[in-house]
Every structure is written in C-alpha cells, then in structure tokens.
C-alpha cells in the first residue's frame, strides 16, 4: 500500500511539472514580452550634465535611435555618437541598471575660426571642428586660420608662441599654414611675419628680441622674413624705416 502511494505521488509530481512547462512554453510562445529582458531594461531615464552649448534633448534622441536597452547598449558606440554632434569633445557614459544612463559632457572651448573648402568652421585650439553653421558676428575678435590642413597644425604653432614669444598671441590677427610645411603670421592687420619651417621656436625668439629691442610695432616695418636660419628680413612702408615719427 505505501509504494503505492508513494508511486501516485510521483506521477502526480510528474504531471503537475510537465503541466506547468507546458503552460509556461505556451505563455513564452504566444506572449514573448514577458520573457523579454530588452523590454525589462529599457532606457527610460538619461541624465545629462556639462552642456552649455549642445542641446541635451539632441544627444538623447541620437542615443535612443539607437539604443533602446541597456542589454544592448554598446558604450564604445554610443560614446562615438556623442563626440561627433557639435559642441561635444567627450562623453562619459555610466550604465546603472534596471533603466538609467548617466552621461557627463566635456564641451569644445572655441578658439579660432578656419577658412576651409569654401567653408567657416569654428574650431578649438586642438583644430577640431565645433560647428559649420555659425553666425560669424558672434565671433569678429576670434583669430582667423587659414590654408589646407592648417586646422591640423594649429595645436602645434600656439604651442610654440605659448613658450617662446607669449606676449604675441594677443596681437595676432591671422595665422596662414603656406605650403603644408610652414606659418605665416599677420600682427595688428598689417604686419606679416614669415616664420620657417623648422626651429620654429628658435625664430619666435628672435622676433622677440625684434619686438623688444627695436620696437617694431612702432615702425614701418610691414614683413618680417625668419626663413633663413639666424637672419631677419625686412621690407618697409617707404624709403626709410620709421619708429613713431623719427626717421632712421
């Protein structure tokens, strides 16, 4: 009597199993959406700091166009989609689960305004380009690059000015990369200064010395040529140079 009983309880166990798999395989066939972890780890809150330019509901739609769950959210990816809308430099992006993306933004600072394929761009001092579509009047004091791949060189030549002739940055108008190799400065809107190719830092000493010790500026000097290794050439605005109202 006791197996028989033991064994009716087992087919009992047996069917209530097979009946509840049964029912949970029908459930999940014909009503996925339960079963669905995509759908429990929906994005459904984006916390955004750090913009001051960019617009915060741009760079949620960009992520949600793409993303829609944090199990199948590709931070790599997401990250890349950030730092290519304007104004971004770079993103830091933190899952937190069930449902939340905490981004910081890093924006572009402005520094200069490139003259490029027909184009205005304003970039920063790295030579990235911040945005195509500006409204240059806002930007009438900005320094002006110029020349083919010059964008790409400007992190390098403000370096150099920075250490060796820093008092010239602020009177500089426009930077010209001629040739793919070398700078040409424009100082005060008339003043051209010629800089070589190489030793750069070396030359920018140089024409410190110039601006201290003959006072250029306050001459009639209109180009200065630094190309040839340890000589500075001049041309001026007249006959004879002219510092204030005496003649030399």
Known sequence: MMLQQIVKYINLTAIVLITTFVLVLIVFTFN??????????????????????SDPYFLKNALTRNFDSLINFDTNHAKSILEDTEWVKRANIN???????????????????????KKIYLIDIDGEVITADLDISNYK?????????GKAHISSIMRDINIFFPEIKNKIDELEFIELRRWNLLVN?????KLPDK????????????????????????EIDLRTKGRATIKIDGDRIKFGLEEV
């Open 32 to 53: 996925p959406y339960l079963f669905n972890f995509n759908n429990l780890f929906k994005i459904e809150n984006i916390s955004i700091i750090g913009t001051k330019k």
């Open 95 to 117: 899952k937190i689960f069930p449902n939340t993306l905490n981004i910081q933004i890093i924006e572009n600072d402005p520094f200069a305004l490139f003259y490029g394929n």
């Open 141 to 149: 004091s900005f320094l002006i690059v110029r020349g083919e791949e």
């Open 189 to 193: 809107n008339d003043l051209i200064i």
């Open 199 to 222: 030793e750069v830092g070396l030359s920018l000493r140089n024409l410190k010395k110039l601006f201290v010790d003959q006072k250029i500026l306050e001459s009639n000097v209109i």
